[in-house]
């Protein structure tokens, strides 16, 4: 496999190393209390397993389906929330961020900055959050080819930071569809930064339940293995207790309960790869 340049989220937790990354959590912040209880259940998971874990929740859903749907505490208030996680729970933290106004805020409260596929050519965006000099995650969006990530990192590394990871969400397909080119995963990786592939994402149907993204999270786990033996670098999921109940994604979520043996199929996959 291509080499690629290891990012440090923080001591002890790196992208693109020897080690299959993890980065998981709930797609949106419903109070302290249950994000807390979520990055703890998770962080227990991967200290078992021995392998770095970054947690993710969102403070704002901007793009949403539809005007009624939820978006969660606000940016400022989310950010709070997750600040208390990280200092709480002792776990690097990443959220997205969507507006140049957010990132002092967001470069304080948290351990990695992450710009949303839909906003992956947001110039003033990327260059913003690589000025902060963290760890930055670009998701690509639905709608570039793998090849045309370089030129969105290129905006980031153009601020001096290197410290820059892909996640790969999916292509568009039709309508209400998306599909994921396992080739893309290596084209991108041959652009020498570490690549995740976001499992959860990936079986969305953006969309397409009546005002609201559908989801298929039974093949979430059958992507995450194919991703996995394609050599990438770190898995995202979306996880909740009850995705039936979560505010937001719960139909393409995979529930806590089934996280752990996920990661330990993962993990036996990599193994195989070495």
Aim: charged letters at 20%; proline letters at 6%; aromatic letters at 4%.
């Amino acid at each position: 496999m291509t080499n690629v340049r290891e990012v440090r989220v923080r001591e002890g937790c790196v992208i693109g190393g020897e080690k299959l990354a993890i980065i998981a959590g709930p797609c949106l912040i419903e109070d302290f209390e249950a994000t807390a209880a979520m990055a703890q259940d998770l962080a227990t998971i991967c200290d078992r397993l021995d392998v770095p874990f970054v947690f993710k929740a969102s403070y704002d859903k901007a793009n949403r389906t539809s005007v009624g749907s939820e978006r969660g505490p606000g940016w400022q208030k989310g950010l709070e929330v997750l600040a208390r996680v990280r200092e709480h729970v002792g776990v690097p933290v990443v959220s997205d961020v969507h507006d140049t106004l957010q990132v002092p805020m967001a470069m304080q409260a948290l351990d990695m900055l992450q710009v949303p596929a839909f906003l992956c050519r947001q110039t003033d965006l990327l260059v913003a959050v690589g000025e902060t000099g963290l760890p930055v995650n670009v998701k690509k969006g639905q709608f570039l080819a793998p090849e045309d990530m370089e030129h969105v990192i290129g905006k980031v590394i153009s601020t001096g930071n290197k410290n820059v990871t892909m996640t790969e969400r999916g292509a568009s397909f039709g309508y209400h569809n998306l599909v994921v080119d396992m080739r893309g995963l290596a084209i991108m990786r041959g652009l020498g930064h570490p690549v995740v592939f976001d499992a959860t994402h990936s079986v969305q149907l953006p969309g397409g339940a009546c005002g609201a993204s559908g989801g298929q999270r039974e093949f979430a786990p059958v992507l995450a293995r194919a991703a996995v033996a394609a050599g990438i670098d770190a898995v995202f999921m979306e996880v909740h207790p009850e995705p039936e109940r979560a505010p937001c994604d719960g139909p393409n979520m995979i529930p806590l309960d089934e996280v752990e043996a996920l990661i330990k199929r993962l993990l036996a996959i990599r193994r195989a790869l070495h």
